[in-house]
T-cell receptor, first 114, second 118 residues
Framework: SQQGEEDPQALSIQEGENATMNCSYK?????LQWYRQNSGRGLVHLIL?????REKHSGRLRVTLDTSKKSSSLLITASRAADTASYFC??????????????FGEGTQLTVNP | DGGITQSPKYLFRKEGQNVTLSCEQN?????MYWYRQDPGQGLRLIYY???????QKGDIAEGYSVSREKKESFPLTVTSAQKNPTAFYLC?????????????????FGDGTRLSIL
């Protein structure tokens, strides 16, 4: 079963605009991760946010986590055409004895128009 | 450069045939994973291995088998019992138990193998 649900399924914006994607999940987590996938390629890790963190930044990316609402958001600022890709959230319910095990959402397809 | 190599990039399977997808990593990672991705969907976990000579079933293991005889290799066999094998298969690895920060690790992905039925 899919732990994460992403919203919207598809997003189309103009270059320079900001893009916000949301992720909701159902059970308690160790951390939440965001990945990008270009068409026909593997996934690339963007950001990992731990369950005791509320916000994290990496370049033009900003991720928030609200464990009380079981939700996260990914903000891409000043978007570029090269940001066009699918974006996935993944929740990790791993423990020290069992290691990491990710459950992925179905993704948001972002299109940035030049 | 360190990374994960999946081969072949494209693979075709005949009815009743088993096929094996290769996944090799030179990142010195303990943990390795196999995922299946269907068009327009997210990834579903097939099998994973936290350490050599050990592996566990994921959410959709039926019709698949794996082995983990070497740290750097985690091949996936799609058996004839898998009736709908057409999909994009992705292999990943993470540091696993050797990392000081267990359970808070990103996964590194290969570029996938696209499997189709003839």
């Amino acid at each position: 079963s899919q732990q994460g649900e992403e919203d919207p399924q598809a997003l189309s914006i103009q270059e320079g605009e900001n893009a916000t994607m949301n992720c909701s999940y159902k059970t308690s987590i160790n951390n939440l991760q965001w990945y990008r996938q270009n068409s026909g390629r593997g996934l690339v890790h963007l950001i990992l946010i731990r369950s005791n963190e509320r916000e994290k930044h990496s370049g033009r990316l900003r991720v928030t986590l609200d464990t009380s609402k079981k939700s996260s958001s990914l903000l891409i600022t000043a978007s570029r055409a090269a940001d066009t890709a699918s974006y996935f959230c993944a929740t990790d319910q791993g423990r020290e004895t069992s290691g990491s095990r990710l459950t992925f959402g179905e993704g948001t397809q972002l299109t940035v128009n030049p | 450069d360190g990374g994960i190599t999946q081969s072949p990039k494209y693979l075709f399977r005949k009815e009743g045939q088993n096929v094996t997808l290769s996944c090799e990593q030179n990142l010195n990672h303990d943990a390795m994973y196999w995922y299946r991705q269907d068009p327009g969907q997210g990834l579903r976990l097939i099998y994973y291995s936290q350490i050599v000579n050990d592996f566990q079933k994921g959410d959709i293991a039926e019709g698949y088998s794996v082995s983990r005889e070497k740290k750097e290799s985690f091949p996936l066999t799609v058996t004839s019992a898998q009736k709908n094998p057409t999909a994009f298969y992705l292999c990943a690895s993470s540091m696993g138990f050797t990392a000081g920060d267990r359970g808070n690790q990103p996964q590194h992905f290969g570029d996938g193998t696209r499997l189709s039925i003839l």
